[in-house]
Structures are given as structure tokens and as C-alpha cells.
């Protein structure tokens, strides 16, 4: 049977007459596609990928990583209620966001740098939409059969056999669904403790709801949309052309050796007899011969599927393989003026050539990498674990004391970013006459106020600052707030200003 593949659609025009045929419909409904299970290096490659990938996104919440007393022991969380990331040794606050935007700029690049070499390696083989459709596809055939059996089940009745083997199908997608839904959940809370509130109940509403909408949408995109995702929903095949140059390995069919097609013993005829193994194994059920599509993963299973084909019919493997553009151009110029058979074929292959992965293009993103690389590391090797935020009081802008005296007040929020406690000296850099007051605070031998941290958290402080009757200064004077170590070094200092009435 042939690949059951969408039809064109072509924008209909209205009729001349008032009986002309009826114009086609703008759209089509969706021919499902039935991919035909194969076996060879490039599945065995992506069954490996597949279990490593899912091994990660499944265990790694379980991983435990001491950081101390009232610490989260959790290698990789997200504390949305602490505000914090964890990621082992790491931990990124909220106002480091600075840090995520790094990495999602690394993501890309390598994304586009990935694709200037291999063409969509990463639709192909790590993509999160490929790895679970693999799966769901894996557990479909296991109960339902292959590609034949599947067709012919899904054209009987409602029996007995249909509902139980569709059922089953159903549950276990159901049951992968729910299994992602819950580690996506363990990500943002601790596993362990979350994992017994979640199954008694006692969870709280978001939980339950991104369970949901994770497991949901898993069922449908895997299950279901499966195809339709890569071409009509993702982005990515839009603008992925704009990588790929001549010397991108793509997943290509050699025209020059296959054609022209026929049977295996005719003659005259190139090595593609036109089996259409190629398309019955695609998971998006397209043709390769038909050259470069945006509906192509480059998953390469045609590749395994048309090497069996060769093999079985004792001619050489790689009618269809990863290959640049340019040595396809080079092989179809060097071998098109000679006929069908094994002098066309080893022409083609001696011209073929190491791919150029150093180029124009990928030196570009190597640099750019380099450089968002050398930026984080940076910012990282000169990150604070010591912060102090003066927040000033508005109302009122300062107070007239009994005395004459004029006074600001200010909140002092001092973050410390390290499991211990450490404990700094306040001084105040300001005009002579000004004095500071911590509420609650203790002195230093010199008088100044000690502030102490809480591990890897705020404390707030009060400080007056004061100036005394008969003490003349402008309406606006600047003033800065220092943090002084044991050893006499300014941890960190932040400006504000002390307001006062006109002169």
C-alpha cells in the first residue's frame, strides 16, 4: 500500500458561471500517517537517544544535592516560593534572571550552529515532541502491530479486538502522559515530599493543574497531533532553510545513481526500484526523493529502510544518505553522462569530499558562543553573594524631631547568598554632623552598627539617619551606606540621598 500523505491545497477560484464545478475546499482533512517500524544504525542511534533523553527528564528530580539545614536537598528545583534556582552547586536568584537569559541564548546559538552542520538534528533525534511520538509509536505497534496491521484495524468495526487493543494503546499513552505530567510537577517542588502529598490529596490547586495540562497535552501532541506538529505547529521549520547552506549534511537522496526507476533486473534502470520503503517508514509521510521539504525531521530512518532494500538486492548501500549539497552536485555532475550501473556509482563516490564544518558561517556562531560563553563566565567569577538594598521612606519625605533636629528613615534589606552567617560593620559615607541609628542592632568597639545575614536569605534592618538642629545643608545631600568584612574591606555600598527642607 502506498504512503498516505496530505494533497496539495491550492487556494480555490470562483466559478465563471453559475454551473461551473464547485471549487475544492481550502482545506483537506488529515490523511493519517502510518509509519512502517525498521530497523538499522540510525534507529538504533535514536532508540539511544530516546532512552538517554527520557532517563534525564525522569530521574533527575530524584537526585539529591545537601546544601545544609533548612536547605532544599534537590539537585535541579525551581523554588518558586523561596524565589530561587537550584542546579547542583548553583543557585540563581531572582534578580540573576540575567543568568537564564544567558543560557536560553546559548540554547539558541548552539541550536543554529547544530543546524549549519547537520542539517535538523535536533527535530530528528533530541526534540521532546520526537523523543515522546517515538515512544507512544513504540508502545502503538507493540499492541496494534506494524504499519499493515494498524491500516487494516483501523478500517473494521467496533469489535471486540478493535476496542480492547485500542483501549490498551489509549491507557498506556495515558499512563506515559500522566508519568511526564508528574515529573514536570517534581521540578518546581521536592520530589520526595511532593510525591506522597500528590497521591493523598494534599497538594496544592497548581499542582493538580499543571499535572494536568502536562499530562494533557503530552496525550495529545504524542498520540494524536504527532505529525501535524512539525508542520503546522512548529516554528522551526520556517525559518530552518535560513542555517543550511551547501555543505550542511542533510538527509539526501542520490538522484544520479537512483534514476532513472524500475524493477531490479530490468535494465537501463539506476538502483531506486521504487519500493517506496522510504516513505512507508517516515514519520511525517513524505517522500526524500522529492528533494529538500519542510515536513522532513531529518530522522534518517529512510535511510536504514532503503539500506535493507540495497542490501537484500546485493547492490551498495547509501542511496539515500546524510550528505552536503555540494558533493550531491559534484557526484551528479562527475557521473550523469554515464549510464545506469556500477561505473555511474563509482564515479559519483570518488568525488566525494570531507564536509567543510569550518566555515564562514560556523565560525560565526563559534564566536558568537565563545563570546556569550566568556560573558556569563564573567558576570559568574564577579557575581556579589553580598547585597544591600536602601530603600528611603516617602511619607513623610523627613521628620522635624522636638529638638530642631531633621531625620530620614530608610529600610535596609541586606541578602546574603551563602549557607553561613557573616556578620558586617554599617558605616555612612555623608556630610560631618549626620548620625546613623540601626534599630535592633548591636555595635562594633568603634561604635558602628553590625549588621548580621541570614544563610542564602534577606534580613531587614531600620536606620535612622539624623541631622542635628543648627547643622546647615542642602535640600538634597547624597549619602552612601557601606558593608565593612572582619578585615576592614567594603563588602558592598549603595548610594541614597538624605532630604531635609529648602534652605
Same mark, same amino acid.
Given at each position: 500500500?502506498?504512503?498516505?500523505?496530505?494533497?496539495?491545497?491550492?487556494?480555490?477560484?470562483?466559478?465563471?458561471?453559475?454551473?461551473?464545478?464547485?471549487?475544492?475546499? &481550502?482545506?483537506?482533512?488529515?490523511?493519517?500517517?502510518?509509519?512502517?517500524?525498521?530497523?538499522?544504525?540510525?534507529?538504533?542511534?535514536?532508540?539511544?537517544?530516546?532512552? &538517554?533523553?527520557?532517563?534525564?527528564?525522569?530521574?533527575?528530580?530524584?537526585?539529591?544535592?545537601?546544601?545544609?539545614?533548612?536547605?532544599?536537598?534537590?539537585?535541579?528545583?525551581?523554588?518558586?516560593?523561596?524565589?530561587?534556582?537550584?542546579?547542583?552547586?548553583?543557585?540563581?536568584?531572582?534578580?540573576?534572571?540575567?543568568?537564564?537569559?544567558? &543560557?536560553?541564548?546559548?540554547?539558541?546559538?548552539?541550536?543554529?550552529?547544530?543546524?549549519?552542520?547537520?542539517?535538523?538534528?535536533?527535530?530528528?533525534?533530541?526534540?521532546?515532541?520526537?523523543?515522546?511520538?517515538?515512544?507512544?509509536?513504540?508502545?502503538?505497534?507493540?499492541?496494534?502491530?506494524?504499519?499493515?496491521?494498524?491500516?487494516?484495524?483501523?478500517?473494521?468495526?467496533?469489535?471486540?479486538?478493535?476496542?480492547?487493543?485500542?483501549?490498551?494503546?489509549?491507557?498506556?499513552?495515558?499512563?506515559?502522559?500522566?508519568?511526564?505530567?508528574?515529573?514536570?510537577?517534581?521540578?518546581?517542588?521536592?520530589?520526595?515530599?511532593?510525591?506522597?502529598?500528590?497521591?493523598?490529596?494534599?497538594?496544592?490547586?497548581?499542582?493538580?493543574?499543571?499535572?494536568?495540562?502536562?499530562?494533557?497535552?503530552?496525550?495529545?501532541?504524542?498520540?494524536?497531533?504527532?505529525?501535524?506538529?512539525?508542520?503546522?505547529?512548529?516554528?522551526?521549520?520556517?525559518?530552518?532553510?535560513?542555517?543550511?547552506?551547501?555543505?550542511?549534511?542533510?538527509?539526501?537522496?542520490?538522484?544520479?545513481?537512483?534514476?532513472?526507476?524500475?524493477?531490479?533486473?530490468?535494465?537501463?534502470?539506476?538502483?531506486?526500484?521504487?519500493?517506496?520503503?522510504?516513505?512507508?517508514?517516515?514519520?511525517?509521510?513524505?517522500?526524500?526523493?522529492?528533494?529538500?521539504?519542510?515536513?522532513?525531521?531529518?530522522?534518517?530512518?529512510?535511510?536504514?529502510?532503503?539500506?535493507?532494500?540495497?542490501?537484500?538486492?546485493?547492490?551498495?548501500?547509501?542511496?539515500?544518505?546524510?550528505?552536503?549539497?555540494?558533493?550531491?552536485?559534484?557526484?551528479?555532475?562527475?557521473?550523469?553522462?554515464?549510464?545506469?550501473?556500477?561505473?555511474?556509482?563509482?564515479?559519483?563516490?570518488?568525488?566525494?569530499?570531507?564536509?567543510?564544518?569550518?566555515?564562514?558561517?560556523?565560525?560565526?556562531?563559534?564566536?558568537?558562543?565563545?563570546?556569550?560563553?566568556?560573558?556569563?563566565?564573567?558576570?559568574?567569577?564577579?557575581?556579589?553573594?553580598?547585597?544591600?538594598?536602601?530603600?528611603?521612606?516617602?511619607?513623610?519625605?523627613?521628620?522635624?524631631?522636638?529638638?530642631?533636629?531633621?531625620?530620614?528613615?530608610?529600610?535596609?534589606?541586606?541578602?546574603?547568598?551563602?549557607?553561613?552567617?557573616?556578620?558586617?560593620?554599617?558605616?555612612?559615607?555623608?556630610?560631618?554632623?549626620?548620625?546613623?541609628?540601626?534599630?535592633?542592632?548591636?555595635?562594633?568597639?568603634?561604635?558602628?552598627?553590625?549588621?548580621?545575614?541570614?544563610?542564602?536569605?534577606?534580613?531587614?534592618?531600620?536606620?535612622?539617619?539624623?541631622?542635628?538642629?543648627?547643622?546647615?545643608?542642602?535640600?538634597?545631600?547624597?549619602?552612601?551606606?557601606?558593608?565593612?568584612?572582619?578585615?576592614?574591606?567594603?563588602?558592598?555600598?549603595?548610594?541614597?540621598?538624605?532630604?531635609?527642607?529648602?534652605?
Amino acid at each position: 500500500m502506498g504512503a498516505l500523505k496530505l494533497p496539495e491545497q491550492t487556494r480555490p477560484e470562483a466559478p465563471a458561471a453559475s454551473g461551473a464545478t464547485p471549487a475544492a475546499p &481550502l482545506y483537506a482533512k488529515r490523511q493519517k500517517v502510518y509509519p512502517k517500524a525498521v530497523q538499522g544504525r540510525v534507529r538504533r542511534a535514536k532508540w539511544l537517544i530516546l532512552v &538517554l533523553c527520557l532517563l534525564l527528564y525522569y530521574t533527575v528530580p530524584l537526585i539529591r544535592w545537601d546544601r545544609g539545614p533548612d536547605m532544599p536537598d534537590q539537585a535541579v528545583l525551581v523554588d518558586m516560593n523561596a524565589g530561587r534556582l537550584f542546579f547542583f552547586w548553583i543557585e540563581i536568584w531572582p534578580q540573576e534572571v540575567y543568568y537564564l537569559t544567558g &543560557l536560553l541564548v546559548l540554547g539558541a546559538i548552539g541550536l543554529f550552529a547544530a543546524t549549519s552542520l547537520f542539517g535538523r538534528v535536533w527535530c530528528g533525534f533530541t526534540c521532546p515532541q520526537t523523543v515522546w511520538t517515538d515512544l507512544f509509536m513504540l508502545v502503538e505497534r507493540r499492541i496494534q502491530g506494524d504499519r499493515n496491521a494498524r491500516m487494516r484495524l483501523d478500517l473494521k468495526p467496533w469489535t471486540r479486538e478493535w476496542v480492547v487493543k485500542k483501549g490498551l494503546t489509549h491507557a498506556v499513552w495515558l499512563g506515559i502522559a500522566a508519568a511526564t505530567g508528574g515529573a514536570w510537577i517534581m521540578y518546581f517542588n521536592d520530589a520526595l515530599e511532593m510525591t506522597p502529598r500528590f497521591f493523598t490529596g494534599q497538594a496544592s490547586l497548581e499542582v493538580y493543574f499543571f499535572f494536568g495540562l502536562f499530562t494533557a497535552t503530552t496525550y495529545l501532541l504524542a498520540g494524536w497531533a504527532r505529525e501535524q506538529v512539525c508542520t503546522y505547529m512548529c516554528p522551526w521549520p520556517r525559518f530552518q532553510a535560513a542555517m543550511l547552506d551547501e555543505n550542511s549534511l542533510v538527509v539526501t537522496y542520490r538522484a544520479w545513481r537512483g534514476e532513472p526507476r524500475g524493477k531490479a533486473k530490468a535494465e537501463g534502470v539506476g538502483d531506486c526500484v521504487d519500493c517506496r520503503a522510504c516513505v512507508h517508514v517516515c514519520p511525517t509521510g513524505i517522500d526524500i526523493r522529492d528533494g529538500q521539504q519542510m515536513e522532513c525531521i531529518g530522522c534518517g530512518l529512510c535511510i536504514d529502510a532503503c539500506d535493507d532494500v540495497m542490501t537484500r538486492l546485493q547492490r551498495p548501500r547509501g542511496l539515500i544518505a546524510f550528505e552536503t549539497l555540494a558533493n550531491l552536485a559534484a557526484s551528479e555532475a562527475a557521473a550523469g553522462a554515464l549510464p545506469p550501473g556500477p561505473q555511474r556509482r563509482a564515479c559519483g563516490m570518488q568525488v566525494r569530499r570531507v564536509p567543510r564544518f569550518l566555515r564562514a558561517r560556523t565560525l560565526v556562531y563559534a564566536g558568537a558562543l565563545a563570546l556569550v560563553v566568556a560573558a556569563m563566565g564573567g558576570a559568574w567569577l564577579l557575581r556579589q553573594t553580598t547585597s544591600l538594598a536602601v530603600i528611603r521612606d516617602r511619607a513623610p519625605i523627613f521628620v522635624r524631631l522636638s529638638d530642631g533636629g531633621i531625620r530620614n528613615a530608610y529600610t535596609l534589606k541586606l541578602g546574603d547568598k551563602t549557607p553561613g552567617v557573616e556578620a558586617y560593620s554599617l558605616a555612612l559615607e555623608a556630610p560631618a554632623g549626620l548620625n546613623l541609628i540601626v534599630l535592633d542592632a548591636e555595635s562594633d568597639p568603634a561604635g558602628a552598627p553590625v549588621l548580621t545575614t541570614r544563610p542564602d536569605g534577606i534580613t531587614q534592618w531600620r536606620a535612622l539617619v539624623t541631622a542635628p538642629a543648627g547643622l546647615r545643608l542642602p535640600e538634597s545631600v547624597p549619602v552612601t551606606f557601606r558593608l565593612v568584612d572582619a578585615r576592614g574591606r567594603v563588602a558592598v555600598s549603595t548610594s541614597s540621598v538624605f532630604l531635609g527642607p529648602k534652605p
